[in-house]
């Protein structure tokens, strides 16, 4: 077993930003101003999403600090425990509810305790120590009472080291996705929609869609990966156009799969959210899987698939607009297939198909690849930790 000791996480700091309290006036544009949302364990960065903007008087006057380079931007409320990287160069400022904290390195190097506090243990750990009932708050002031795993300095280096290097090459494969994903979307709307011709027909979305819906059908679900994954609402992220396969926390065993559902989607079906967070949308690209209550799958019929889940992306505000829920947001199916579609010929149709094929072929290979990637990064820190297993240090003999 390796050597581990402990230290409270807030004996590790040399300094933390907290800008709580400073409520500053915003601007159309300007200087990015990220608010919690940004800040996400699955990205290495923060992302600017629906971000705000500050001047630059505000930014030079109004807070107290501003983030540094290798600093670490940590969510004190809503979600604590999400933590990032900042940036070379910074590019923003915080927000309240976060605090910008800076490893002393003296004590800890400083990439070793970004991993540990990406950790499940330490994740866990900051769970329990949440205050609040309606909005979790992690204080402060309770940074000493969370106890971080030390190691010996040059190991702390290699799993730091290990964990930054495997989180960039996840965050490039996800901007590669994202790059894809926009250059689809701009296809679509040059030919579709700025070159859409009064010509074209336009018909209910019912004419050429087969529904499958689960709804009502609450299948006996295990924990256990198995190759049949149930997909919820949160796994249609909106991200890109792919199923964020990393959100999916229950599965069914074969015998479930094949007898308990009424029907299953297929590859390149489209997967929409009905009931919650209505009218996320994402593609069906695996072999095998099964959708939950508050989701339906659309199978195109007479059209193609590629265009017709562009479609439905581009139709996402119109689909919000179909809530009847009076508790929480819903749609229903015959509402939804009432909802017109454009169809333009099928040549040009075939032209889109073929070139938006190709990203989604890259989008595939890349989303296959940081599956494994953060499998290996997240199973790879406590076994290293642990000495379940041993590295060959430089220094060791």
Known sequence: MSDIKYQSFGSLLKNVVDNRGKTCPVVDKGIPLIATNCVTNDYLYPQFEKVRYVNEDIYKNWFRGHPLSGDMIFVLKGTPGRVAWTPNPVGFCIAQDMVAIRADENKV????LFAVLRSSTIQQEIEGLHVGSLISH?????FHDLQIPIVKPDLQKFIGNQYFDISLKIDLLHR??????????????QWFIIEARDDW????????????????????????????PIIEVNALTGKNRLVDYSAIRKYVSEETFNTWFRGHPK?????????????????FLVEKGCIAQNVIALSAINISPIYLFEFLKNAKDEIKELDIGSVQPSIKVPHLLSIKITVPPVEKIELFDNQVKSYLEKMLVNNNQIQTLEKVRDELLPKLMSGEVRVKLTNEK
């Open 267 to 283: 590859k390149f079906d489209s997967l929409i959210s009905t009931v919650g967070s209505i009218g996320e949308i994402s593609m």
């Open 138 to 142: 992690f204080k402060k002031g309770d």
């Open 201 to 228: 027909e336009i018909k209910p979305l019912g004419e050429f869609v087969k529904v499958i819906d689960n709804r009502g059908k609450t299948p006996p679900y295990q924990d256990i990966s198995t190759p049949y």
């Open 176 to 189: 590669q996705n994202k790059t894809l994903e926009a250059m689809a979307e701009t296809l679509f709307k």
């Open 109 to 112: 190097y400083p990439k070793y």
